[in-house]
């Protein structure tokens, strides 16, 4: 299985600050990953697809990069509705598997 | 509008079955594959099992044997029937289509696309 490992697992921050999550994966996974943003009680919310590609009517503030083994997710200006827990995908193999998830909290 | 809602989720005891059911909306249902995802009470996400358009299936290790899933693209609807339950299989499971991307070269990737607002499943005595 190809395991996933998001850091950091908890990250402070304020509105308007850039935000980096990193996504490393244990083995070369192309560019077959997703990111997706999840609210208590909801279900999640696909952000970015193809580890780069924006899925419509995201914010620009989010993008994605990477490929092969090591992936990051950026939001460059954090708005209050963004608070929220992170999380990555891979869709290079079965069985599917998601990172840990990134807790973005209020400082 | 496109909508994914699960059904059937409840308390049942350890080793008791249950069987949910999603009910799709708003998209061709037979040409997309669909996933089960669950989320344990204040985990993350973990994927149960994949149907394909064609009826590939692949379930995750630790449900092989103890869940099936399958589709009745007449009705627009995903099932999972769950038996041998166990304590740990208390969660939310969400019913999610699953998309595939293509550009010009052909395959770009995939992605869990629409996701339903889950049902709660609780395995105890």
């Known amino acids: 299985d190809i395991r996933l490992t998001q850091s950091p697992s908890f990250l402070s921050a304020s509105v308007g600050d850039r935000v980096t999550i990193t996504c490393r994966a244990s083995q070369a996974i192309s560019r077959y990953l997703a990111w997706y943003q999840q609210k208590p009680g909801k279900a999640p919310n696909l952000l970015i697809y193809t580890a780069f590609t924006l899925q419509s009517g995201v914010p620009s503030r989010f993008s994605g990069s990477g490929s092969g083994t090591e992936f990051t997710l950026t939001i460059s200006s954090l708005q209050p509705e963004d608070f929220a827990t992170y999380y990555c995908q891979q869709l290079n193999s079965y069985p599917r598997t998601f990172g840990q998830g990134t807790k973005v909290e209020v400082k | 509008e496109v909508q994914l809602v699960e059904s059937g989720g409840g308390l049942v005891q350890p080793g008791g079955s249950l069987s949910l059911s999603c009910a799709a909306s708003g998209f061709a249902f037979g040409g997309y594959s669909l996933n089960w995802v669950r989320q344990a009470p204040g985990k993350g996400l973990e994927w149960v099992s994949y149907?394909?358009?064609?009826?590939?299936?692949h379930y995750a290790e630790s449900v092989k044997g103890r869940f099936t899933i399958s589709r009745d693209n007449a009705k627009k609807s995903l099932y999972l029937q769950m038996s041998s339950l166990r304590a740990e299989d208390t969660a939310v499971y969400y019913c999610v289509r699953d998309r595939d991307y293509y550009d010009s070269s052909g395959y770009f990737g995939g992605a869990f696309d629409i996701w339903g607002q889950g049902t709660m499943v609780t395995v105890s005595s």
């Open positions: 149907i394909g358009s064609s009826g590939t299936i």
